[in-house]
């Protein structure tokens, strides 16, 4: 299993965040990885990052839009 925002899914050998996200959430499959922070198991990553990670199982992700502003 993989967490997702709080939601579990299927995890699949070699799968990777980018198709983890395609394949379950239309949100971010219309807008990208661009303007979120993604948490990996407590790791914040760039976007660039996150689009070629390759999960193994177990991880829990959290994909947080970024908020700018003062």
């Known amino acids: 299993m993989i967490r ?4 579990d899914y299927e995890y699949h050998p ?4 980018e198709e983890l996200v395609s394949d ?9 990885f661009e303007g ?6 407590g790791r914040a990553l760039a976007a660039a990052q996150a ?3 390759t999960l193994s199982g177990g991880e829990s ?6 908020l700018d502003g003062g």
């Not at 997702?4 to 939601?7: D, H």
């Not at 070699?14 to 965040?17: A, E, F, H, P, S």
């Not at 379950?24 to 990208?32: L, Q, V």
């Open 4 to 7: 997702l925002n709080g939601v």
């Open 14 to 17: 070699g799968i990777t965040l």
């Open 24 to 32: 379950y959430s239309a949100i971010y499959r219309k807008i990208g």
């Open 36 to 41: 979120f922070v993604i948490i990996v198991d």
């Open 51 to 53: 689009r070629e990670l």
């Open 61 to 66: 992700v959290y994909i947080v839009p970024v």
